[in-house]
């Protein structure tokens, strides 16, 4: 069975950084389009990053460019996100996505507060 388990969450203060990765199994990872989205309450779930098969391609929503970097390991199976310059606003759960039969992790929590 598809599986993706987020890990990296935490607390941090407004400037800093932090890295979220999204362990996959079940699938062929590197054949399929994965992407990091986040929900905070109250709100829709929202694309953040999104990265290709075809040269690692990238997206990136527009309140995030410039400060996150979306990337992906193929031999270990992990898909990665940088986090730099944290916003408040930025503080939401953040949750893997496959393009494989559209799967989701669990999320994982952000919190940027001083």
């Known amino acids: 069975q598809v599986q993706l388990v987020e890990s990296g969450g935490g607390l941090v203060q407004p400037g800093g950084s932090l890295r979220l990765s999204c362990a996959a199994s079940?699938?062929?990872?590197?054949?399929?389009?994965m992407s990091w989205y986040r929900q905070a309450p109250g709100k829709e779930r929202e694309l953040v990053a999104r990265?290709?098969?075809?040269?690692?391609?990238?997206h990136y929503a527009d309140s995030v460019k410039g400060r996150f970097t979306i990337s992906r390991d193929n031999a270990k199976n992990t898909l990665y996100l940088q986090m730099n310059s944290l916003k408040p606003d930025d503080t939401a759960v953040y949750y893997c996505h496959t393009s494989y039969n559209w799967n989701w992790g669990q999320g994982t929590q952000v919190t940027v507060s001083s």
């Open positions: 990265i290709d098969t075809i040269n690692d391609n990238t």
């Open positions: 079940g699938f062929p990872f590197s054949q399929y389009v």
